[in-house]
Antibody, heavy 119, light 108 residues
């Protein structure tokens, strides 16, 4: 399975960041996986944003919960991240990743997309 | 949330050597639900270890994970130049999932 992030690379401050993660190469296993979003600001460590299941069950990091929405389109095998009211602090490389529930750990990652928030 | 503290922050070692990286949790990681990742510049992180000690698919046996409760270790044997990377631990026993701050490994 491969993952590919896509979406605008530049977002204006106070607007909404929207990213898509497209899954390819394998069937979208029902109930087998969680689909996570992780980000890394330049020069900093990894931050888990949250995850969503095939059925749409989601959990968001409390630090971002008020601004995050995740969703899934099973027909297109895509899942989505929206982050509202962005600021410069949201400038980062954004990754999507798969976590196989029965095993744990995120074993497949997209290559990441850099999103810059401009004023 | 569970805070993970990695040490040391940076290591510089010679090829062929052996290194142990530490990850300590602020509270017990139940089920040993702890993973290790290798992150090279410009690439996506790569899963090395899950469940504290199980190697992910395709990971050479030079990489091994041990530990339980609050103390975990990633050991890399027979260091190679390609092991240059930042290594992160991550817990998935309790949401929100959290990562350590990373250990940067430099190869002399």
């Amino acid at each position: 399975v491969q993952l590919q992030e896509s979406g605008p690379r530049l977002v204006k401050s106070s607007q909404t960041l929207s990213l898509t993660c497209t899954v390819s190469g394998d069937s979208f296993s029902v109930g087998d996986s969680y689909w996570s979003w992780i980000r890394q600001p330049r020069g900093k460590g990894l931050e888990w944003i949250g995850h969503i299941s095939y059925s749409g069950s989601s959990y968001y990091n409390p630090s971002l919960k008020s601004r995050v929405t995740m969703s899934v389109d099973t027909s297109k095998i895509q899942f989505f991240l929206q982050l509202s009211s962005v600021s410069a602090a949201d400038t980062a490389v954004y990754y999507c990743a798969r976590e196989v529930v029965a095993r744990g750990g995120m074993d497949v990652w997209g290559q990441g997309t850099t999103v810059t928030v401009s004023s | 949330e569970i805070v993970l503290t990695q040490s040391p922050g940076t290591l510089s070692l010679s090829s062929g050597g052996r290194v142990s990286l530490s990850c300590r949790a602020s509270q017990s990681v139940s089920g040993n639900y702890l993973a290790w990742y290798q992150h090279k510049p410009g690439q996506a992180p790569r899963l090395l270890i899950f469940g504290a000690s199980s190697r992910a698919t395709g990971i050479p046996d030079r990489f091994s994970g041990t530990g339980s409760g609050t103390d975990f270790t990633l050991t890399i044997s027979r260091l190679e130049p390609e092991d240059l990377a930042v290594y992160y631990c991550q817990q998935y026993s309790r949401s929100p999932y959290t990562f350590g701050q990373g250990t940067k490994l430099e190869i002399k």
